[in-house]
């Protein structure tokens, strides 16, 4: 890829805003490792309520045939593989990182804004829910780029299941909104070194209701494509590649996505690590960088979270990639995109709300 002297300042400059991000990221956990297994099990003792898990089939399954009121207005839609009414056009919305905790959070973390945010993270997606609910025409479903907890309060399988955790908190807000939600995980979700792998995956699952933690979706003909970045080599606490920062997926979820994409429908591919921070060779030469630039014919847009600050590196790597702000750090925090089943390509309608390079955005309130 050829660089100009203007791309290159650019990516100087985002270095620099994004370097101190990662550090904090990765380095925020002090007081909060999963150390404090024995912490008080008698409250909330058996709160281990259904209701406020998310199933499969309620992940899946929302009113996915309700007409939406774009539909009724437009009453233009044609019919789908299923059988399912195809508006002309419909609205999704991206999130990322609201870092859920409990009544078990220690901290601090590694800096005072990091620390201070912690404590806002519950309203703020709640906020956010609440809103992104409120907009009309209706969100037909939303996806959440990781870190949906913060780490660990105790090391013990049977501590999830006594007490009511920030896993539990998180799927009750997420169960909240009033359309499908889908999730993936982050390196907070994961807390690598610190939690074995496997915990994490049937933790995941089983709070949250996944079978696997990368899927698709399918909506009016277009993928949502959510992968987990630490199944590869990096996400393995016994190998040396877990000491960095890079993300990977290992070979059988990278044969799975590239499988998913040579279906060539137009696809929306999500992740934590910003491709800045994925291993480039996770497969042999291969990994979701190379796979996704195999595939720009049908890949609309690459989005990840984890350093929590809006921007937009398509210039820099030639391809649409952003990378989310956080819920933590401001409850507007969302991206609202049409998607345009005709023309079979996508809007951004919030993008001048959000604030590119900064942790933060401004409300949109709809149209
Ligand atoms: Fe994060």
New binding site residues.
């Given amino acids: 890829m050829k660089f100009s002297l203007m791309h290159t300042v650019v990516f100087v400059f985002a270095l620099l805003v994004a370097l101190p991000v990662f550090q904090a ?1 990765f380095g925020g956990s002090s007081g909060d490792d999963g150390t404090d297994g024995d912490a008080d099990s008698s409250d909330n003792s058996g709160d281990e309520d259904e209701d406020l898990e998310l199933s499969g089939e309620d992940l899946e399954d929302i009113e996915n045939t309700e007409e939406t009121e774009d539909d009724a207005e437009t009453g233009g839609e044609s019919a789908d593989e299923e059988g399912e009414a195809v508006p002309e056009k419909f609205r999704v919305a991206f999130l ?2 609201p ?1 859920i905790i409990d009544d078990y959070y220690e901290g601090p973390e590694s800096n005072e804004l990091d620390t201070q945010t912690m404590f806002d993270t519950y309203d703020n997606l709640i906020h956010a829910r609440d809103h992104i609910n409120s907009l009309e025409p209706p969100i037909d479903s939303v996806y959440i780029a ?2 949906i907890v913060h780490n660990y309060p105790s090391t013990e399988w049977d501590f999830y299941f006594e007490n009511r955790t920030r896993f539990d908190i998180a799927a009750e807000i997420l169960d909240g909104f009033e359309m499908p939600v889908y999730i993936l995980p ?3 979700d994961y807390d690598i070194g610190n939690i074995p792998r496997e915990f994490t995956q049937n933790l995941f699952r089983e709070k949250f209701g996944l079978e696997k933690t990368y899927y698709e979706i399918e909506r009016y003909g277009f993928k949502f494509i959510m992968l987990d970045n630490f199944l590869g080599s990096t996400g393995d606490a016994e190998s040396p590649d877990s000491k960095g920062e890079l993300g990977s997926l290992g070979e059988e979820q990278l044969m799975w996505l590239k499988e998913r994409l040579a279906e060539g429908k137009p696809s929306f591919v999500m992740n934590h690590n910003p491709l800045l921070v994925m291993k480039l060779d996770d497969v042999g030469d291969e990994g979701l960088k190379s796979v996704l630039e195999d595939n720009l014919d049908v890949l609309q847009l690459s989005l990840a ?2 350093t ?1 600050i809006w921007m937009d590196w398509e210039q820099i790597y030639g391809m649409p990639h952003i990378v989310l702000g ?1 819920t ?1 750090y401001d409850h507007d925090n969302y991206m609202i995109v049409e998607i345009d089943t005709v023309n079979q390509n996508f809007t951004i309608l919030n993008k001048d709300k959000l604030g590119w390079g900064t942790r933060n955005a401004e409300p949109w309130d709809g149209e």
């Fill in positions: 990221c990322a990182d870092h990781g870190d982050g390196n907070h979270g984890h929590h956080s933590r």
